[in-house]
């Protein structure tokens, strides 16, 4: 596996940014010409990693996060969101669907929505040191043109 196109972004954790981050991203991955179904489930999971950041890894504060996005010449996108926020102390408890750690009105699905619309999440995390999610996604229909 080669990777063919790589592009990094950081930006502070504020909601506002979560749009422009999905958006990027997706911006990033049109040269695979996904069909919109395929961009629509990266956008989602994109965004739901990008809200755990601002939500969870930093409750409290203003931080930044990182995104690394490489495309491999097997159609194989390959998301990393990375902050430096608080942590997770449990990631099985934390990928459990429903469970949370906000006291708002949060459903706990983030992990679960990007593991059902991506075919690979890895999750990292370190507490006080922040977490790097890594998801990966086959488009199957299409080639990635080298010019």
Known sequence: MKIVNE????????SYN????RSAVSAFVL???????ELSDIKTAVSEAVTNCIVHAYP????????NVRITDQN???????????GIEN???????LYTTSSDERAGLG????????????????VG????????????RTSYDKR
Do not use: W
């Not at 990631?91 to 669907?97: H, V």
């Open 60 to 67: 409290d504060t203003i931080g930044t996060i990182y995104i």
């Open 129 to 140: 040191a922040g977490t790097t999610v890594t998801m990966e996604k086959i488009l199957y």
């Open 18 to 21: 979560e749009s422009f981050a």
């Open 31 to 37: 040269c695979l010409d996904p069909t919109i179904a």
């Open 111 to 126: 992990f679960a929505v990007m593991q059902s619309f991506t075919d690979k999440v890895k999750v990292r995390s370190k």
């Open 91 to 97: 990631i099985k408890q934390a990928m459990e669907p």
């Open 76 to 86: 194989r996108i390959i998301i990393k969101i990375r902050d430096k926020g608080v």
């Open 7 to 14: 592009m990094n972004l950081n930006f502070e954790s504020r």
